[in-house]
C-alpha cells in the first residue's frame, strides 16, 4: 500500500490532505509521527517506537501540524492555521460541536444545517461596509479574529470555565465567539458616530456595532431555524432555547469595551458568591480557589446553583477576556496581533486627518508608539481583567496572565529600545489570508514598516 509521511509535505500541503477524500491520516499513539494512506479498507496504522522532536511536523513559524479535534483545539492554538482556509475553518467548527463528543445546541440539528448556518455567519465577516472610505482595510475584524475568539471560549471552558454554564449555555457562548463581530465594519463606533454614518443613525450611540452584530445573529437562527422554537416542543426545550439566545445576545453586547468597567465590577462583586458555590460543590471538599481543568474533567458543574443572570454574566465575562485575549498568547502570535490592530487603527486615523477630524485615541500614526500603546492597554486594562479572570478559572488564567507578563516585558523591553536609540519600532504587518477574511493589500513597503512618529 502506498503512503506518505507528511514531514516530507510542507505545511499547507498537510493541512489540504486532512480534508482529500482519497487519503487518511494516521499517527503513532503520541502523535509523533504522521502518515497518509489511501482512503480505503483495511486501514494500515503506521506506528513508531519512540517519539522525538524531530518526527514532529512544523511549518516555518513553530506551529504543530495535527488536525483540529474538540481535545486538541486550545488556548494556544494558532488562528492563522486554524483560519486559513474555507475547508481549515468548518473543520475547527465542525471539531467543536461533533454531535458525539462535541457541544450541543438545545435542539436537534444535522451537520448540513450547522454548517448553512456557520458559513452564514462567515459571510458577513466579508461583507464591506457601505460609506466606509477604502483606505479602511479591516485588518483585525477578520473571520480570523472570529475563529481565533472560538477557539479561545473553548480553551477557557476546558480549563475551568465550564463547571458554571450548563452544556447548552457553554454551546451557546461558542456559537457567540463566532458572532460577535460579524459586519464589523473596520471602524470603531466612536467614527461612525463622528462622521454621522447612516448606521449611527440606525443604531444609535449605545454599542452600536455590538448591537448590530447581535441583531444579525438571531435574524440567521431565524433563517436557518436554529434555536427557533416549535408548536408542540416541551417547555423545557422552548425555555432552554429561549436561554440559550439570550446568552448570544447579551454576550455579543458586553464586548463593547465602553462597558469594561461596568463589567469588571459586576463580575468583582459576584466572585465571593461563585466561589464559595464551588468550593462546596467540590468532589471530596478538595480544592479551593477558581475553577481547574481538574474540575472540568472530574465532572464538577455548579450552573445549576447559580442564578440565570449570574450565570449569563459570567459567559459575558469569558466572551470579553477572549475577544482581548492577543496579549496573553504566545509572544508570536501576541506580536502578530499587535501590529495588524495598531494597523487597523493608524488607517482609521489616516481616514479621520483626511476629512479634518481629530484623530481618535491610538489611531495617529505619525505620533503613536505601539509598543507604548500595547503596554498602557496592558497595564490599565489587561493586567486587572487577567488577575480577576484567575480568581474565577484558575487554570485558563493563570496560564493567561503567565503569557501576558512574559509578552508585557518584551514591550518594555522594545520601549526601551527605541528609546535608547531613536529609532521606531518595525511594524511587520502579517495580515490573515484572504479565506480568512482580509480582503485588502499591502501597500507599498508595508511588509516592513517602521511606525513613522518622529
Not at 433 to 442: A, N, P, Q
Amino acid at each position: 500500500m502506498p503512503r506518505k509521511k507528511l514531514s516530507s509535505l510542507n505545511q499547507k500541503k498537510v493541512r489540504r490532505a486532512w480534508f482529500n477524500p482519497d487519503w487518511m491520516v494516521v499517527s503513532s499513539p503520541c502523535r509523533s509521527s504522521f502518515w497518509m494512506i489511501p482512503a480505503i479498507h483495511g486501514l494500515l496504522i503506521v506506528l513508531t517506537p519512540a517519539c522525538t522532536e524531530s518526527d514532529l511536523i512544523k511549518d516555518d513559524n513553530s506551529t504543530w501540524s495535527s488536525p483540529p479535534t474538540f481535545e486538541n483545539l486550545a488556548l494556544d492554538s494558532d488562528p492563522f492555521v486554524n483560519a486559513e482556509t474555507k475547508d481549515s475553518q468548518l473543520a475547527v467548527l465542525h471539531a467543536l460541536f461533533d454531535p458525539k463528543t462535541g457541544y450541543r445546541l438545545p435542539g436537534t440539528y444535522d451537520k448540513a444545517k450547522l454548517e448553512a448556518l456557520f458559513l452564514d455567519i462567515r459571510a458577513g465577516y466579508f461583507v464591506k461596509t457601505e460609506g466606509i472610505d477604502e483606505h479602511i482595510r479591516r485588518e483585525y475584524h477578520t473571520f480570523t479574529h472570529a475563529l481565533d475568539i472560538v477557539v479561545t471560549i473553548h480553551g477557557l471552558l476546558r480549563e475551568g470555565g465550564a463547571v458554571f454554564l450548563n452544556e447548552h449555555e457553554q454551546s451557546a457562548l461558542v456559537l457567540a465567539a463566532l458572532a460577535h463581530d460579524v459586519l464589523h465594519c473596520g471602524v470603531s463606533n466612536a467614527f461612525l458616530i463622528n462622521v454621522n454614518h447612516p448606521l449611527a443613525t440606525k443604531w444609535g450611540a449605545k454599542s452600536l456595532q455590538e448591537r448590530r452584530s447581535a441583531d444579525h445573529t438571531l435574524m440567521l437562527l431565524d433563517k436557518h431555524k436554529v434555536l427557533v422554537a416549535k408548536d408542540g416542543m416541551e417547555d423545557s426545550l422552548k425555555n432552554s432555547i429561549a436561554d440559550t439566545r439570550t446568552i448570544i445576545e447579551e454576550a455579543i453586547l458586553w464586548t463593547d469595551m465602553a462597558r469594561h468597567k461596568e463589567q469588571m465590577e459586576k463580575v468583582a462583586a459576584a466572585l465571593g458568591k461563585v466561589i464559595a458555590v464551588l468550593e462546596q460543590v467540590r468532589k471530596g471538599g478538595i480544592g479551593k480557589g477558581g475553577a481547574t481543568v481538574e474540575d472540568v474533567r472530574t465532572g464538577v458543574n455548579v450552573a445549576s446553583l447559580l442564578d440565570k443572570e449570574t450565570r449569563i454574566l459570567l459567559a459575558a465575562f469569558f466572551l470579553h477576556c477572549a475577544d482581548i485575549s492577543n496579549p496573553s498568547k504566545d509572544w508570536v502570535l501576541c506580536e502578530r496581533w499587535a501590529v495588524i490592530v495598531m494597523n487597523e487603527f493608524f488607517s482609521q486615523g489616516d481616514v479621520e486627518r483626511k476629512l479634518g477630524h481629530k484623530l481618535s485615541m491610538n489611531c495617529d500614526r505619525e505620533s503613536v508608539s505601539v509598543s507604548k500603546c500595547q503596554l498602557g492597554f496592558g497595564t490599565y486594562v489587561i493586567r486587572s481583567l487577567l488577575q480577576l479572570l484567575e480568581k474565577l478559572v484558575y487554570t485558563a488564567g493563570s496560564k493567561s496572565l503567565e503569557n501576558f507578563e512574559a509578552n508585557h516585558k518584551h514591550w518594555e523591553e522594545i520601549a526601551k529600545k527605541e528609546a535608547e536609540s531613536g529609532k521606531p519600532y518595525l511594524m511587520k504587518l502579517n495580515p490573515p489570508s484572504k479565506e480568512g477574511g482580509w480582503l485588502g493589500e499591502l501597500r507599498e513597503g508595508e511588509d516592513r514598516v517602521p511606525n513613522s512618529r518622529h
